[in-house]
């Protein structure tokens, strides 16, 4: 039988881009790819990389007072919300016209366009026209979900927070993942009066308890009023064009601007997966095995799309390992194992393997834990902590898992993260000589366990 294409990828972002290009350029495969929206896809136009440089912007005012505080004389400024927009979406922009010229030079044939599946090999894109291929990659992503709740409309999300006309004075975000976690910091960064309304005990559930408990106590140092088992009742916009939110405590209160960062569903609405044979799970997922090879031998599925680990660096991996799966003739699998990843709270987080709790609940274990104020801040009078935080499997030795609450915690956990994929030990970790003076020489000085679990 013969196809229009040997792939058919739907979805332009981490995943999809990733995969046909690696299968067009590596391997000669035949490739076409359809993309509703931009290319970069949630990650580059409305995710990982606006945020960041948001998390950028937002983290001056602070030092501008530290560097006060050492010595320099000069005000914070004000922060021109229309100029740095400006910025960030030339510079999104510039990042599209890469991918975009990413998938020419591979050789895939793009569709500017929104496709769903009709079959095994059969998609159809919204101009009306049919493309047939041997295999079919769904790498649709996914969007945010809002609260059901009376005047929901009035809210934004974070699709929408990079598109502001001005910065509000106030504004309510509620959710306590990271999403929600993270813009609390970068609003509050930049100046607005920031609440944050998360409906459980304690915002970041899934991470380690120390560590998310530390975050949220330096959120509400730095500023944030963050309520704790608190959401939202209903929404309505009030006479001076404030929203007026109702909370789940009866309390009333007044925004500018309210977000929703109540979660994320895979795009997989209207797009003829179970009609095809693709199973979907509770979420509306695509079901897929450790091949990312949904019910349909045909169709494959990576990314968000399948709710597996929803970063952008997951997404590039299971692309790629579809490709050698499919195209090169290895077959692999993802390994979704210690993914070390990085959360832009203000302070930020670096964490990889598992939490105390998690691996308490499966034997015993030494924490080796300190948390202190490091030489930077504390000299300009700041009482901001850090945390420096291994978990040690009381029986092999083995590093578990290693959490880091700091400036720059990302680019430490990056490094610390190979370590500990390797299998190290805590004696690994303490033959290693300190780099000093440095935050992160903790992680190798800590002698006597801080307690012991499991
Ligand atoms: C605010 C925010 C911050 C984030 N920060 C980070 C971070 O710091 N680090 C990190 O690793 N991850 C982060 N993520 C997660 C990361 O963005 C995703 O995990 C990643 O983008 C997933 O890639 P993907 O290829 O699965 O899907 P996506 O990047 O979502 O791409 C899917 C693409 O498919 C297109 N599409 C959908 N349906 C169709 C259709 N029927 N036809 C044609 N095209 C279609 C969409 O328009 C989209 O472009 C963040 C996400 C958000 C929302």
Known sequence: MSFDFDLFVIGGGSGGVRAARVAAGDTGAKVALAEEDRYGG??????????????????????????????WVMPTGDFNWGSFK??????????????????????VETFDARAKVVDAHTVELSTGERKTAKHILL???????????????????????????????????????YIASEFAGVMNGLGVKTTQFYRGEQILRGFDNET??????????GGIDLQLNT??????????????????????????????????????????LEEAGVKLG??????VDDYSQTDVPSIYAVGDVTDRVNLTPVAIREGMAFVDTVFKGT??????????TAIFTQPEIGTVGMGEEEAAAKGPIEVYATSFRPMRSMFAGSDAKVLM??????????????????PAAGEMIQLAGIAVKMGATKEDFDRTVAVHPTMSEEMVTMKTPTRTAG
Do not use: W
């Open 42 to 71: 949630t990650c580059v136009i409305r995710g990982c990389v606006p945020k960041k440089l948001m998390v950028f912007a937002s983290e001056f005012p602070e030092m501008a007072a530290e560097a006060r505080a050492y010595g």
């Open 86 to 107: 400006g910025k960030l979406h030339a510079e999104l922009d510039r990042l599209e016209g890469i991918y975009r010229r990413l998938l020419a030079n591979s050789g």
């Open 139 to 177: 790498a649709m992503g996914g969007r945010p979900v809002k609260l059901d709740v009376p005047g929901a409309e009035l809210a934004i999300t974070s699709n929408e927070i990079f598109h502001l006309d001005e910065l509000p004075g106030s504004m309510l975000i509620v959710g306590g993942g």
């Open 212 to 221: 998310r408990t530390l975050v949220a106590d330096e959120m509400i140092r």
């Open 231 to 272: 959401n939202v009742v209903s929404l309505e916009r009030d006479a001076s064009g404030a929203i007026r939110v109702v909370d789940t405590n009866g309390a009333e209160h007044l925004f500018d601007q309210v977000m929703f960062a109540t979660g994320r569903a895979p795009n997989t609405d209207d797009m003829g």
């Open 282 to 287: 509770r979420k509306g997922e695509v079901v």
């Open 331 to 340: 077959p692999t699998k993802v390994d979704h194992d210690l993914i070390p």
């Open 389 to 406: 935080k291994l978990i040690v499997d009381a029986n092999t030795r083995v590093v578990l898992g290693c959490h880091i609450v700091a």
